[in-house]
């Protein structure tokens, strides 16, 4: 047994997965055989996804649903959604069509700057440090030309470089703290790019300077990186209807829309309500960022912290009831891309961004939020009605069913008992056994 290797990165991909079948696996020809049958028989597409990563052995698939009706600022999409889970998809659709009967969803994007940083220490006196810096600023511009020329030209670029003082947290610890308009891109090459030249300009100026050379003091950077945490890249989605619309079958609307509306209070206010209701929020979000290509760690960590900016972590939904008036809403930091990337790349990603009429990335933004804003409003009617286990086992009984190896026969049989019949993991196994049997 080899379980350490030195140079596996520059074996071939085939030499890669006979080390790891042999290795790490009892039956090495069913693992191979495993990796083998996902990939593409198209080696050309097969290619471009072995070079998206490194030590690529095979495609990890998630599948690509759709989520129809959804009507935001009077056009309606057809929203690409790609996740494992099972009732998401079903949700955001049953949600879309609920509120295209309602007037639809309203969007309005709040801004779009980004942010980034460059860290450093200093250990000198705090007004020669301003002086140095107001001095320096336009050699900063300056010295970026180059990279900013084109997003200048489109009407984006540096917004502001700002000197800030955070040595009361950290000895010594001072940054730039920079800001961006990076329009369609997400904008993180552009950016890195600039903090790591503003890095360089900051720390050879100060170098040449005679008062620190006097003084003897030094500067040192310690890393120049974007943030993901972007406040001010900032999208609103509303619903709103009277509440006697939200009066359906078997749901009475104002005792529906008061529950609702307590049921957001009490995720405002209490955080272990407040993770999960927020992580069916992501649920709907991270489905078309993915599908968009887009970077869901990064809108994860900045959608997280956003929801935690009062010092307490907090619904990022809100609902009220005011004149009969029921509204929803969510306030939520979206950075995102509809160019560079993936975008233009990965083959399903660009099937997607036509799909939704190729937008640009203020109209993403609107879009990704509209589909969290539609998965909480659909968790949360489910929760304060049914319950969610209904609507979910219903989703999850083809897991189930094909866990079991089931035949097309069984499981719409399956199926047919169910429709009238709660679902449970050991409901449908004793119904498949006495199917067989
Ligand atoms: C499950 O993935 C998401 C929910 O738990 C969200 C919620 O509780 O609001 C249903």
Redesign the pocket.
Known sequence: MTKAISGFSKLSKTEKITWLTTNFFNNSETATQTLTSYWNTDAKLQQLHDEFIENTITNYYLPLGVAPNFTINDTIYTIPMAIE?S??VAAASKAGKFWQERGGFKTTVLGTTKVGQVHFTYDGDKEDLQQYFDKITPKLNEDVEEITVNMKKRGGGIKNIALRDKTAAVDDYYQLHCTFETLDAMGANFINSCLEQFATTFKEGFEADARFRESGNTLDIIMSILSNYVPDCLVRAEVSCPVDQLTEKDIDGETFAKKFVQ?VTI?EEEPY?AV??????M?GIDAVILATGNDFRAVEAGVHAYAARDGQYRSLTHASIKDGIFTFWMEIPLALGTVGGLTKLHPLVKWSMELLGNPSAKELMQIVAVAGLA??FA??K??TTTG?QQG?MKMHLMNILNQMNATPDEKQQTINHFKSNIVTHSAVVTFIDELRS
Do not use: C, F, W, Y
């Open positions: 889970e009732s998401v049921a995720a309500r999960t209701h927020n992580k069916g929020i649920n998965q909480n968790a949360l489910s929760l969610i979910h």
